[in-house]
């Protein structure tokens, strides 16, 4: 199995912001995707969609505020079904730090370079919301390649 | 072992100009940091140097014009000693892709996830090296974190 790994600081935030910006519909349509939304009654799924490139739907499987975001992939790219994603926060002085892990990719297939470097920019359009209150969120995310 | 994998693509770009930019003095000194040079007669040993926070000496393990670059680390932090990076490169239509591997990490580290994502922000600092002819290379590089 293979993980993509990131870390970001944001200077001047807090851990509670970003919990909220990991955790609340307004706050992960203000960095990832602008087109996110529950996707069952009891708001454990979640549904981000990328126009008609794609979607993918998460299931919360851990929230401890100010401390630990994880999700599963339930639906999406098939390379992406049953991986994780976690962000971990701390501060360090004045920065508030996340750490992320995409961990149980399959293989290291070009899906996944591309997957890991578009994953970077959205973790510093993270930090760009933390810190200045703009992000730039799908159809805003910064282009890196052939696939966008 | 754990690998940090990396993908972009310039467009209006080429392998050649891509292989240039990874091979080259100037080229490499207009992406990833100002500070390098050749450290030994035969040219094999490259020396990159960021400022007072440190620096690497990279063996240059292959050379295949236009399509791959691949160095072992000499010298450096000690948890980049002897680890291996890649970079292939292709033309896709209008994109010169290149797929990056930064392998032979010994573990999931906090200052792997920082290596990560910096390698993000520095290989699209060569995406726009090859497309605008400008880059961002240290210390003009982008901040990502409290270690920079």
Redesign the interface.
């Known amino acids: 199995m ?8 944001a200077k001047s935030s807090s851990p509670q912001d970003a919990f909220l910006a990991l955790t609340q519909l307004e706050g992960l349509g203000a960095w990832w995707t602008n087109d996110v939304k529950r996707d069952d009654a009891a708001g454990k799924l979640i549904r981000f969609t990328f126009g008609e490139t794609g979607f993918f739907v998460m299931k919360v499987l851990e929230q401890v505020p100010g401390k630990r975001v994880e999700w599963q992939v339930m639906n999406g790219p098939e390379d992406w079904i049953g991986t994780r994603i976690s962000f971990d926060i701390s501060q ?4 508030t ?1 996340v ?3 995409h961990s149980g990719w399959s293989e ?1 297939s ?1 899906s ?3 997957c ?2 578009k994953w ?2 959205f ?2 359009s993270l ?1 760009s919301l933390l810190e200045t209150g703009q992000g730039s969120p799908h159809p805003k995310d ?1 282009s ?4 966008n």
Chains 1, 2 share one sequence.
């Not at 293979?2 to 600081?9: E, F, Q, S, T, V």
């Not at 360090?92 to 920065?95: K, Q, R």
């Open positions: 293979h993980d993509i790994l990131h870390k970001i600081g360090a002085d004045d920065y730090l750490m992320f892990r290291p070009e996944m370079h591309h890991s470097t970077a920019m973790l510093m930090k910064v890196i390649d052939n696939w």
